[in-house]
T-cell receptor, first 111, second 115 residues
């Protein structure tokens, strides 16, 4: 019940396209859903986060869509650039200080 | 404002030795967290500390692993009698007021290799 399932495992998108990464969870106590971006050899960096009281949040080219009834949330990257090539992790937490991470999506944006 | 500082960046230990990983949180942050990342996997929570207190160690293996965050100095993750399965990247993170009130910032990790 503590798992966060992330898909796809890897994704290749043409520059300017819109990669979409999906996550699903079971634990209804989760109430905080951040996305992290990680480059090789670096730590994860917070990109954007959402709480269940809204269905969508946009920050720059990054958008989270949240479907509370389906217990799913997704990350969309608009106008993707080669510099967006990285590994993306979704995560969730609720009621404590622990983040439960998905297994990651390796995104490659080709010029 | 320096980020979360971890050292060493890389650590090689032989089986049976001890590994000590250090983490200095961001200035003004009193909440420290340790996560472990195995190759091609997501991060797994290990322990959550505030100054001089372990708040949640539910993700720590029961034996050989310990963590502290003393009143002065960095947080330390200590692994005694390391085994090959301990090889992983260990990330420290900090927040100003807990993850429900402030963002979690990660360091660049310590990559432990056990030979």
């Amino acid at each position: 019940q503590q798992q966060v399932k992330q898909s796809p495992q890897s994704l290749i998108v043409q520059k300017g396209g819109i990669p979409i990464i999906n996550c699903a969870y079971e634990n209804t106590a989760f109430d905080y859903f951040p996305w992290y971006q990680q480059f090789p050899g670096k730590g994860p960096a917070l990109l954007i986060a959402i709480r269940p009281d809204v269905s969508e949040k946009k920050e720059g080219r990054f958008t989270i869509s949240f479907n509370k009834s389906a217990k799913q949330f997704s990350l969309h990257i608009m106008d993707s650039q080669p510099g967006d090539s990285a590994t993306y992790f979704c995560a969730a937490s609720g009621g404590n200080e622990k983040l439960t991470f998905g297994t990651g999506t390796r995104l490659t944006i080709i010029p | 404002n320096a980020g979360v500082m971890q050292n060493p960046r890389h650590l090689v230990r032989r089986r049976g030795q001890e590994a000590r990983l250090r983490c200095s949180p961001m200035k003004g942050h009193s909440h420290v967290y340790w996560y472990r990342q195995l190759p091609e996997e997501g991060l797994k929570f290990m322990v959550y500390l505030q100054k001089e207190n372990i708040i949640d160690e539910s993700g720590m293996p029961k034996e050989r692993f310990s963590a502290e965050f003393p009143k002065e100095g960095p947080s330390i993750l200590r692994i005694q009698q390391v085994v090959r399965g301990d090889s992983a990247a260990y990330f420290c993170a900090s927040s100003r007021a807990g993850i429900n009130n402030s963002p979690l910032h990660f360091g660049n990790g310590t990559r432990l290799t056990v030979t």
